[in-house]
């Protein structure tokens, strides 16, 4: 189900020469603008002097990469780009596939945008669903890849957002 939902948004990627522009716009853009936002929430964070949120706001992403980055290591998945041997020119081929650091760092700050504004936080919410996508489209990840990037970091949200602050209420 998985390659097969690949081969799906990968051959729509290739065939719509129009649209693979535009993905990859997207798929190069997006890390930094999410870099923007995770720099523009922390500042206002800091200014309001909402050091707790703040460093759960900063926190999450960075223990849902360091989390992505140990599973990665420990399933050594192929890219679907060298697995099949697909021209990816643009995918980091050195790294392995499972799973996807963008799905989970781009969802992370998502959560965190939400926790702090929830109407911001779902438009960003729907930019880490681009993101997501736009990494299947090349060919640097199965659909698996970028899900459970997002499963991840949704967990790791919740324990950062929901539990901490009532363990620490008690």
């Not at 948004?9 to 129009?18: A, D, E, P, T």
């Not at 929430?41 to 703040?54: G, I, K, M, N, V």
């Not at 996508?133 to 970028?146: E, I, K, N």
């Amino acid at each position: 189900m998985d390659k097969k939902l690949f081969f799906i948004l990968h051959n729509f990627y290739n065939s719509h020469k129009g649209f693979g522009k535009v993905v990859l716009f997207t798929d190069r853009a997006c890390p930094f603008i999410f870099i923007a936002i995770f720099a523009v929430f922390c500042t206002h964070l800091a200014y309001s002097r909402l050091f707790a949120e703040l460093t759960l706001f900063a926190g999450i992403p960075f223990v849902s990469i360091v989390i992505c980055r140990t599973i990665r290591h420990l399933t050594k998945r192929k890219r679907p780009c060298q697995a099949f041997k697909l021209n990816s020119p643009h995918v980091n081929k050195a790294s392995y596939s499972f799973p996807s650091n963008h799905a989970a760092s781009a969802s992370a700050i998502a959560y965190g945008c939400i926790y702090i504004n929830t109407h911001v936080g779902i438009a960003v919410l729907c930019l880490a669903i681009i993101t997501a996508l736009s990494r299947v489209f090349t060919g640097a990840h199965y659909p698996s890849d970028v899900f459970a990037g997002f499963v991840f970091s949704a967990i790791t949200a919740a324990i950062g957002f929901i539990i901490i602050p009532i363990l620490l209420l008690h």
